[in-house]
Nanobody, 123 residues
Framework: VQLQAFGGGLVQAGDSLTLSCVAS????????MAWFRQSPGEEREFVAAISWSGINTYESDSVNGRFTISGDAAKNTIYLRMSSLKVDDTAVYYC?????????????????WGRGTLVTVSS
C-alpha cells in the first residue's frame, strides 16, 4: 500500500492551502489516518488525525483552530485544510495510516507513510 500526498507548494503567510492524501489500494482498510510534518533539523511532529470509528478528529495545539482534517474512509482519502498559514508551518507534510489502534499523536502508531509534500510559507 502506498500513500500519496498532494497539494503542497509555496504560499504567503496568511494564505490557505489544502493537502490531500490517498491510499493506492482500494481494499486497504485503516482505523486511523493522520498528518505529520517535519522541518529541517526537527523531529516529526503530529499535526492532525482522523479515526474512522465515530469519525473523531484530533489536532495539535499548534494548529488547532487553523487546520482542519477531514476524509472519506471508503475512499481511503484524507484532507488537511490549512488556513492562516504562518512561516513556522513550513515543513514537509506526511500522511500516515494505522491499521491498529495506538497513541494518536505518536508516529510509531502508524505503519504506513507517504513520501511527503513540501509546504513553504513565506513572510
Amino acid at each position: 500500500v502506498q500513500l500519496q500526498a498532494f497539494g503542497g507548494g509555496l504560499v504567503q503567510a496568511g494564505d490557505s492551502l489544502t493537502l490531500s492524501c490517498v491510499a493506492s489500494t482500494r481494499t486497504f482498510r485503516s482505523v486511523r489516518m493522520a498528518w505529520f510534518r517535519q522541518s529541517p533539523g526537527e523531529e516529526r511532529e503530529f499535526v492532525a488525525a482522523i479515526s474512522w470509528s465515530g469519525i473523531n478528529t484530533y489536532e495539535s495545539d499548534s494548529v488547532n483552530g487553523r487546520f482542519t482534517i477531514s476524509g472519506d474512509a471508503a475512499k481511503n482519502t484524507i484532507y488537511l485544510r490549512m488556513s492562516s498559514l504562518k512561516v513556522d508551518d513550513t515543513a514537509v507534510y506526511y500522511c500516515a495510516a494505522a491499521t491498529i489502534y495506538g497513541p494518536i499523536r505518536h508516529f510509531r502508531s502508524y505503519g504506513y507513510w507517504g513520501r511527503g509534500t513540501l509546504v513553504t510559507v513565506s513572510s
